[in-house]
């Protein structure tokens, strides 16, 4: 059993950056896909980023690209979210997620475990 537990949050100024963390325990996180996700009060969740098992392939969704930036330091068992140039648009809880072979990474569905998830604000 995999837990996922997210840092880095918090209430920032538009056009700011944060940078998330995401701690795995109890499994090797080099075995897995790796994925953020956001949501708000009414919305569905949202694709936000993913990366590969190695850490040579990342996808983004169209809204974030060019500003934020995934990552992993597998020997840590750490993934990261570095974002760039906050937009009030951004506002969101925060997810990290992990999926063993997904067919589609951007489906929430297709992920096995899930962070508590980290609350990002960002004022405009």
């Known amino acids: 059993q995999v837990q996922l537990v997210e840092s880095g949050g918090g209430l920032v100024q538009a056009g700011d950056s944060l940078r998330l963390s995401c701690a795995a325990s109890?499994?090797?996180?080099?075995?897995?896909?790796m994925g953020w996700f956001r949501q708000t009060p009414g919305k569905e969740r949202e694709f936000v980023a993913a990366?590969?098992?190695?850490?040579?392939?990342?996808y983004y969704a169209t809204s974030v690209k060019g500003r934020f930036t995934i990552s992993r330091d597998n020997a840590k068992n750490t993934v990261f979210l570095q974002m760039n140039s906050l937009k009030p648009e951004d506002t969101a809880v925060y997810y990290c997620?992990?999926?063993?072979?997904?067919?589609?990474?951007?489906?929430?569905?297709?992920?096995?475990?899930w962070g508590q998830g980290t609350q990002v604000t960002v004022s405009s």
């Open positions: 990366i590969d098992w190695s850490g040579r392939t990342t």
């Open positions: 997620a992990a999926a063993l072979d997904p067919a589609n990474l951007q489906r929430g569905y297709e992920y096995d475990y």
């Open positions: 109890g499994g090797t996180l080099s075995n897995y896909v």
